[in-house]
């Protein structure tokens, strides 16, 4: 079963999303002006996310895989159409509503990391969880089990320059499930890592979050858990 729709019909004005749908898509749209003409990078949009999926996005190399997860994440807001998380409609609220929203639920792990090279792997561990005011002493209990998890506390005190890039995509991918979000949103999240790495990664990503959706690019060795390509 295909996530996307780039067929589907024009909605009417408001589309009540399912009841049961953590997130849901209506005629979400993207575009970048050219002089006279007008490039696409999505189009008519259409989809619904339960809690509990694991959805894979496939598609070529600039077919809008990662636009869309940042759209999801809400990072981008140049886009039109109606977006509903939790049955909050994302498309009208404010840039600080946004951003709360996204820093409440949503957990991201980027292609090229992020991690903030001023910190030490703890501190960036730290960070998602000073969102949600996390009790000190709280967070110093997620952040020891999260780095046990991934075998990184021998890492723990070093910053990201110190780190491989595979060692920085796993400190990536502890951040984003550090705080249990609703939603995790992975672009690539294993490129950088070796094929059995990948694959562990991959199924402690499935364990661990067994009831918060997870969207993923295609080319991962993740696609094998999901429920939907």
């Known amino acids: 079963m295909s996530f996307f729709s780039r067929s589907a019909p024009e909605p009417p004005a408001e589309e009540t999303p399912a009841l049961e749908s953590l997130i849901a898509l209506r005629n979400i749209e993207k575009?970048?002006?050219?002089g006279a003409s007008r490039t696409w990078v999505l189009r008519r949009i259409a989809a619904d996310l339960r809690e509990g999926e694991f959805v894979s996005i496939m598609g070529p190399s600039?077919?809008?895989?990662?636009?869309?997860?940042?759209?999801?994440?809400?990072?981008?807001?140049?886009?039109?159409?109606?977006?509903?998380?939790?049955?909050?409609?994302v498309h009208r609220l404010s840039p600080k509503d946004r951003a709360k929203l996204h820093k409440q639920h949503i957990g991201f792990v980027f292609q090229s990391y992020h991690l903030l090279d001023h910190l030490t792997v703890y501190e960036n561990l730290e960070v998602p969880l000073s969102y949600r005011d996390v009790k000190k002493s709280d967070r110093d209990s997620m952040v020891c089990d999260i780095l046990d998890r991934f075998n990184i506390v021998g890492k723990k005190d070093l910053y990201p320059s110190q780190l491989s890039g595979g060692q920085q995509q796993l400190v990536a991918v502890a951040r984003?499930?550090?705080?249990?979000?609703?939603?995790?949103?992975?672009?690539?999240?294993?490129?950088?890592?070796h094929s059995s790495q990948g694959r562990d990664l991959s199924a402690a990503a499935v364990a661990r979050?067994?009831?918060?959706?997870?969207?993923?690019?295609?080319?991962?060795?993740?696609?094998?858990?999901?429920?939907?390509?």
């Open 31 to 34: 575009s970048y002006a050219h």
């Open 62 to 89: 600039g077919a809008g895989k990662s636009t869309l997860l940042h759209i999801l994440g809400m990072h981008d807001s140049e886009w039109t159409g109606e977006y509903y998380f939790a049955g909050q409609p």
């Open 209 to 229: 979050e067994a009831r918060a959706p997870r969207l993923a690019p295609r080319r991962w060795p993740g696609t094998a858990y999901s429920t939907r390509v």
């Open 176 to 193: 984003a499930v550090i705080a249990n979000p609703k939603v995790v949103l992975a672009d690539e999240p294993t490129g950088n890592l």
